[in-house]
């Protein structure tokens, strides 16, 4: 399928067809299934959204870093196409086929660490997430699980109580699992001026140590660039430092790269920018399966054997097209320039939003790595939050034509995850109309 790369606005944003279909939608979809755009999409190629009405939007979020090769990117229909009619159920657990392997070599040969690796594949994020949870339990014969301020890890029972945001996520939905610690971050941002990443570790550590102990923990889970959070960073030598001491104290180090790894920062993970920084499981999800729901724990093969046999499965886990799907998102990733043009990607974002924050002192920093890049929105001069700018800009974007996420615990983030596949000219018009939003404000 093609789809010209251009944005293109053939009536005003939501049109009729999708006003229509928001009554259909409010009469029969629970309202507790929220949506930020008002229109509804028909198709999709590359960096472009066709919505029912003929508009065609420049896609800046890819439904939140998923299909990072560009919408119905050619290898990877082909390779569900050719898939479905092939073969596409079994269950893995009853009866294997070699995808599911061939999918579980190429993450294996590519995830953090050069340490023998295993794999285990499942649905959701969230899913892969309390995988690594029971395996992190297992493995260790301990219960309690560390995470971070401002982090987000799912929506089911157990992964809403990792969140830090009660709302919206568990509000009304207890009574919440416990042996789950929220302990401090890094967010140099907001963090005392100056402080390393060697300091926050050290105050996360005394935190955690004197809240929980040491020998109690099972597993502390970080997302190495935090994603809903609005890509907090941490301040180098956080992630080593906080691992150095995991490692000392027998506690396994999951790495929760749903949303930041698969080529997103430039590198097959977000982990492997910070030297020394070796996590022993690492969640994937969103990008690995180019829009098949997918997702995986792959990590120290002692740990994930840990596991008896028949402790882990699903009926869907791991099933044909996603993993087909998948094989084709990683040879690419092997074979292609992906992770260049992730870097090439970042720096123009980087540039563009840098002039800016020159001319608009509501932009408090600009941050990220690759590809995955935001700014947080504030009262100029200060700390403190400016939401309702944030909401503005992103209602003028979507208003444009360009699809824009925010983010943020103080939800007053703008994220960019364009897929690798968009052209500089696009990604200059989706900036461009950030850049009319702010003058607006
Ligand atoms: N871990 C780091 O970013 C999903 C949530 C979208 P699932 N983030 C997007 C929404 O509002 O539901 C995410 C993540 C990290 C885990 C998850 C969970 O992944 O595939 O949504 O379950």
Redesign the pocket.
């Known amino acids: 399928m093609s789809l010209e790369q251009k944005r293109i606005l053939t009536t005003s944003i939501p049109g009729p067809k999708s006003v229509e279909l928001q009554k259909r939608r409010t009469a029969v979809v629970s309202a507790g299934v929220g949506t930020m755009l008002p229109v509804f999409i028909e198709r999709a190629h590359g960096a472009i959204l066709e919505d029912v009405d003929g508009n065609q939007l420049i896609d800046m979020g890819t439904g ?1 870093g998923v299909v990072t090769i560009g919408h119905t990117n050619p290898g990877v229909v082909s390779a569900v196409q050719e898939q479905v009619a092939k073969l596409t159920h079994t269950l893995f657990t009853v009866a294997p086929y070699e995808k599911y392997v061939r999918a579980a070599e190429l993450l294996a040969a590519h995830s953090p660490g050069s340490f023998p690796k295993k794999v285990a594949f499942f649905n ?4 892969a ?1 309390e995988n690594a949870v029971k395996i992190a339990r297992r493995a260790t014969g301990r219960t309690e699980i560390a995470v971070f301020d401002h982090a ?4 089911t029972s157990l ?1 809403m109580a990792m969140n830090f945001k009660a709302h919206p996520y568990a509000t009304g939905f207890g009574p919440l699992p416990g042996s789950i610690h929220h302990a401090p971050m890094s967010y140099p941002f907001r963090d005392p001026e100056g402080m390393t990443g060697e300091q926050a570790a050290a105050r996360t550590i005394t935190y955690l140590e004197k809240r929980v102990g040491a020998s109690q923990l099972a597993a502390v889970f970080i ?1 190495p660039i935090q ?2 959070a609005g890509f907090i960073v941490p301040a180098p030598g956080f992630l080593k430092t906080i691992d150095s001491w995991c490692k000392a104290n027998g506690i396994v180090m999951v790495a ?1 790269e ?2 930041s790894g698969m080529a997103r920062t430039g590198k097959w993970f977000a982990s492997q920018w910070e030297d020394g920084f070796d996590p022993d499981l690492v ?1 994937v ?2 990008g690995i399966a180019g829009g098949m729901p997918l ?1 995986g724990v792959v990590g120290r093969a002692e740990i994930m054997d840990s596991a008896h046999a028949g402790g882990l499965g699903g009926t869907f886990g791991g099933s044909p097209t996603a993993v087909a799907a998948a094989v084709a998102v990683m040879e690419q990733f092997e074979q292609g320039d992906w992770l260049n043009r992730a870097q090439e990607i970042g720096a123009l974002i980087v540039k563009r939003l840098t002039e800016m924050m020159a001319i608009y002192p509501i932009i408090g920093e600009v941050r990220g790595v690759g590809a995955m890049q935001a700014f947080e929105l504030v009262m100029p001069g200060t700390l403190d939050p400016n939401q309702p700018a944030t909401e503005a800009l992103l209602k003028h974007c979507h208003k444009n034509g360009v699809v824009v996420l925010n983010a943020g615990t103080y939800a007053n983030v703008v994220r960019l995850l364009p897929p690798l596949s968009i052209s500089d000219d696009l990604l200059h018009e989706a900036l461009d109309v950030i850049s009319e939003g702010l003058a607006t404000l």
Request: aromatic residues 4%.
């Open positions: 939140i959701s994020g969230a899913e997430v987000y890890h799912g929506r992964t997302e994603g809903e929760d749903v949303q969640t999800a969103k997702s």
